[in-house]
């Protein structure tokens, strides 16, 4: 059974930062490409980045040069970096692969 888990959500102050982790089992990260998408209630959910298994990369317009997507193949987690955060990032964030998506994790930014 696949799962995929993400952590690292929380609230912080407009301009901080926070890193965001996706663990998954039953499934292998480095020959995927995996992508990080948010959500905010009422809205359609948003990609946000993206990593292809030879980490090529691609963002959101919205989150470029703040953002950065990656594998830590040590932790076999997928990670978001996230700087200069803004109170419009605040989001459910989701871990997807393929057809499959983790729970999210909660980022609140305040201004």
């Known amino acids: 059974q696949v799962q995929l888990k993400e952590s690292g959500g929380g609230l912080v102050q407009s301009g901080g930062s926070l890193r965001l982790s996706c663990t998954g089992s039953?499934?292998?990260?480095?020959?995927?490409?995996m992508c990080w998408y948010r959500q905010v209630p009422g809205n359609e959910r948003e990609r946000v980045a993206c990593?292809?298994?030879?980490?090529?990369?691609v963002y959101a317009e919205t989150v470029e040069g703040r953002f950065t997507i990656s594998r830590d193949y040590a932790k076999k987690s997928l990670d978001l970096q996230m700087k200069n955060l803004r109170p419009d990032d605040t989001a459910v964030y989701y871990c997807?692969?393929?057809?499959?998506w983790g729970q999210g994790t909660q980022v609140i930014v305040s201004s």
């Open positions: 039953g499934i292998s990260f480095n020959d995927k490409t």
């Open positions: 997807q692969t393929q057809w499959f």
């Open positions: 990593i292809t298994p030879d980490s090529r990369t």
